[in-house]
Every structure is written in C-alpha cells, then in structure tokens.
C-alpha cells in the first residue's frame, strides 16, 4: 500500500519559533509539493521539488522554506512562525512526467501557533 | 476572479437521491482537470483526470465528465459513504510553466 506520511497530525508552537514539518514518502516519486489548505481558500501551493535538492517556490512561497536532502523526504520550514501560518499543512507527491500528475496526499499537520 | 468554480458550496442529499457536482474553469491552456475526494482528517484522494472534452470516467456511484468550460462530478443513487468534500483542480499552462489550480471543494452530505 502506496503511503504518503507526515511526521505530526498536530503541532502547537508559538509565534516567532522555528517550526519543521517532515514528510515522507515511499513510492519512489521523484516530484514531492507542500500545499496548505484553509476554509474558504482551498489547497494553495507553498513549494514543490522535481528531484532531490531541488525545488521551485509556489503561490505563496513567503515566510516559508523546503528542504529535500533525500528523495523520500522534503520537509517544509517556518523560520519564525507567525499566527496567520496557523493551517493544515499537505504533504503530496507525484510520479515524474507532467509535474502535476495524479497526486499521492499524506493526512496532514494541523499547525496552530500561538 | 477565481479561475475555477466549483459549485453548489455544500450539497445534502438523501441516501439513493442521484446528482450533479459542478466545477467550472476559465484558465486558457486546459492540460487536465483532476477530481479528488478529502474525507474529514485526512489528505485528499485521486479520483479521475479528464484531458479533453468529451471524455468521462467512472467509478462505482461516481462519474465524471468534461466539456470545455466545465467538469461534472454526477452521483448516482449514493450511500453514507459518499459523504466527503470533492475537490476539482485543473492544470494548465501558463507563460510555458505549468500550473495546478484548485477549486475551493464542495461538501457533500448523504443522509440515510
């Protein structure tokens, strides 16, 4: 069974703390995508990688940053929270090809800063 | 102006009462409209690409269908189980990059 997992369901942090979310993934998918989702906006794209150490800034990239070291894992950093960055938080990864293939989802970090 | 619209926002429905969800896009340069399902807590989960008007796709109670202004997501006589948040994205190209748009979601209840 195919899996996309991330490390947290739920995180709390306060504002102004450095925050890592890690995912991982176990299909060998050599496109992996950050998206945060929030009522009313739907699923918005902060950042994605199409290899390992490589990655292109979405549509809103700001306070944001990724890390992909290893194909399996790109973690999304917040380098000072702040409280407008409380959301989900969406791991996904796709096959190569077309970036925007079917996608594979995790469950989600539900990120509430203080 | 939002470039993809899914509609209604929320849809109840009786458990064996068929329907049609909308999603309806004015991107340019159509690559694919994707059709996933979310249920509470969890990631979404693919369902259907479409690629050219004309085409549909089924599975089980589901159905989708493409035309060049808009996609239906049309259930037939669906259970409890169909409950979940249906969510429409579409890929298109922009300026030679590539762009995945999402649609806000549309809420689906089935009463038994």
């Known amino acids: 069974d195919v899996k996309v997992t991330q490390s947290s369901r739920y995180l709390v942090k306060r504002t102004g703390e450095k925050v890592f979310l890690e995912c991982v993934q176990d299909m060998d998918h050599e496109n992996m995508f950050w998206y945060r989702q929030d009522p009313g906006l739907g699923l918005r794209l902060i950042y994605f990688?199409?290899?390992?150490?490589?990655?292109e800034k979405g549509d809103i990239p700001e306070g944001y940053s990724v890390s992909r070291e290893k194909k399996e894992r790109f973690s999304l950093i917040l380098e000072s929270a702040s409280t407008n960055q409380t959301s989900m938080y969406l791991c996904?990864?796709?096959?190569?090809?077309?970036?925007?293939?079917?996608?594979?989802f995790g469950p989600g970090t539900r990120l509430t800063v203080l | 102006e939002d470039q993809v619209t899914q509609s209604p926002e929320a849809l109840r429905l009786q458990e064996g009462e068929s329907s049609s969800l909308n999603c309806s896009y004015t991107v340019s340069g159509l690559r694919g409209l994707f059709w996933y399902r979310q249920d509470p807590g969890k990631g979404p989960e693919f369902l259907f690409t479409?690629?050219?008007a004309g085409e549909e796709k089924e599975k089980e109670r589901l159905k989708a269908t493409l035309t060049k202004k808009e996609s239906f997501l049309h259930i037939t006589a669906p259970k409890p189980e169909d409950s979940a948040t249906y969510l429409c994205?579409?890929?298109?190209?922009?300026?030679?990059?590539?762009?995945?748009?999402f649609g806000k979601g549309m809420k689906l209840t089935v009463n038994p």
């Open positions: 479409l690629y050219s």
């Open positions: 990688s199409y290899d390992v150490k490589m990655k």
């Open positions: 994205a579409v890929r298109e190209i922009q300026g030679g990059s590539e762009k995945l748009v």
């Open positions: 996904a990864s796709s096959f190569a090809g077309a970036i925007y293939n079917e996608q594979f």
